[in-house]
């Protein structure tokens, strides 16, 4: 059976970076415990670029990018929000900030812990979260 989508609308704090996705209206996140996200509380969505879509604010991002430079994090430049980046993991596809989605579209978030800080032996756990469904 496939799964149905909603389009879910999302920016960072100022509002200068908006974007949306299509996903589940049950959500299910990712918390993970390594270096940046922990320290961001940054909560994953991860999705195929086809359902990623930024709406306004591109020439206000920054990129920041670190160890193996393959993860893109995108930050507002502004606010110095991250709502969404390119992960390591998923270079196809997008991670978003579930915690900068309007909630009005959200029936529930459910959220697995995922062990970011042995990124080695876990990563490719996270491969098939932006195949297309």
């Given at each position: 059976?496939?799964?149905?989508?909603?389009?879910?609308?999302?920016?960072?704090?100022?509002?200068?970076?908006?974007?949306?996705?299509?996903?589940?209206?049950?959500i299910d996140a990712l918390e993970c415990n390594c270096s940046i996200c922990s320290k961001?509380?940054?909560?994953?969505?991860?999705?195929?670029?086809?359902?990623?879509?930024?709406?306004?604010?591109?020439?206000?991002?920054?990129?920041?990018?670190?160890?193996?430079?393959?993860?893109k994090h995108l930050f507002c430049k502004t606010c110095g929000i991250k709502p969404f980046?390119?992960?390591?993991?998923?270079?196809?596809?997008?991670?978003?900030?579930?915690?900068?989605?309007?909630?009005?579209?959200?029936?529930?978030?459910?959220?697995?812990?995922?062990?970011?800080?042995?990124?080695?032996?876990?990563?490719?756990?996270?491969?098939?979260?932006?195949?297309?469904?």
């Amino acid at each position: 059976m496939e799964e149905s989508f909603v389009q879910h609308r999302g920016a960072c704090h100022c509002g200068r970076v908006r974007f949306e996705v299509d996903a589940a209206l049950d959500i299910d996140a990712l918390e993970c415990n390594c270096s940046i996200c922990s320290k961001s509380g940054f909560l994953h969505l991860i999705v195929p670029r086809s359902r990623f879509r930024l709406l306004q604010g591109s020439a206000d991002l920054i990129t920041y990018t670190f160890n193996t430079g393959v993860a893109k994090h995108l930050f507002c430049k502004t606010c110095g929000i991250k709502p969404f980046y390119v992960p390591r993991s998923n270079p196809d596809g997008y991670s978003v900030n579930v915690r900068c989605l309007d909630t009005a579209t959200i029936g529930h978030v459910n959220v697995s812990s995922f062990d970011g800080k042995n990124w080695e032996a876990h990563g490719a756990d996270l491969a098939v979260r932006s195949l297309e469904q």
